[in-house]
């Protein structure tokens, strides 16, 4: 398992997400893109697009505690060894409706955010993709208007050359894990407790 391609299995997962409940809408002919929302990019509307903008690391909940990991080996041995903490990740996507008028583009937009509103974490069963941990969830959240807001999304499209359009910035915690081994552990095996005359 790559643990690492964790990023790329949270925007598979997401775009999983949205197709599916678009089609249970009766929305079935909708393209969805992930690369970047330029006219020359949605090549076929209506479209989603749901593209990675940037990763920041959170300093908030960064794990300063090693991990210890148990591994069997392909001869059944058990080995364990202490690994770098794990880095806690939020992924920033910006979610656009591109469509033939600018009502079918808010038709659109407005079902996309019930979507991820109505699915607040990824977790096993949404997630495509081996980078999930067994029982972990992925929180997705919206971002605040002070942080994305009228100046940032008119920023965001002209720095693209594109007409402004109507988006939500959304972001995903994440977190990749260490895998190079700190230190082996050795356990204990066998005791013995012996008495001298």
């Not at 020359?40 to 300063?64: M, Q, Y």
């Not at 090693?66 to 058990?78: A, H, N, P, Q, R």
């Not at 990740?89 to 079918?104: D, H, I, M, N, R």
Request: glycine fraction near 6%; charged fraction near 25%.
């Amino acid at each position: 398992m790559a643990q690492f391609e964790i990023i790329k299995d949270v925007s598979v997962s997401l775009t999983k997400v949205l197709t599916e409940a678009f089609k249970e809408a009766g929305y079935k002919d909708i393209e969805f893109y992930n690369n970047l929302p330029t006219e020359e990019n949605i090549k076929k509307l209506p479209a989603i697009c749901l593209f990675l903008t940037s990763v920041s690391v959170d300093k908030l909940h960064k794990e300063r505690d090693s991990v210890l990991v148990s591994e069997t080996t392909e001869e059944g041995d058990i080995v364990e060894y202490v690994r770098q903490p794990t880095m806690v990740c939020w992924l920033y996507y910006v979610l656009s409706a591109w469509g033939k008028t600018p009502q079918e583009e808010h038709v659109l937009l407005g079902l996309a955010m019930r979507v991820l509103h109505d699915t607040p974490l990824l977790n096993e069963a949404h997630f495509t993709g081996e980078s999930l941990r067994r029982g972990e969830k992925l929180p997705i959240r919206v971002v605040d208007e002070s942080e994305f807001g009228y100046d940032e999304t008119m920023a965001f499209w002209r720095s693209l050359g594109e007409p402004i359009r109507p988006a939500v910035l959304y972001r995903v915690g994440a977190r990749i894990q260490g895998i190079q081994a700190q230190s082996h552990v050795k356990r204990v095996t066998q005791r013995g407790i012996a008495f001298k005359r």
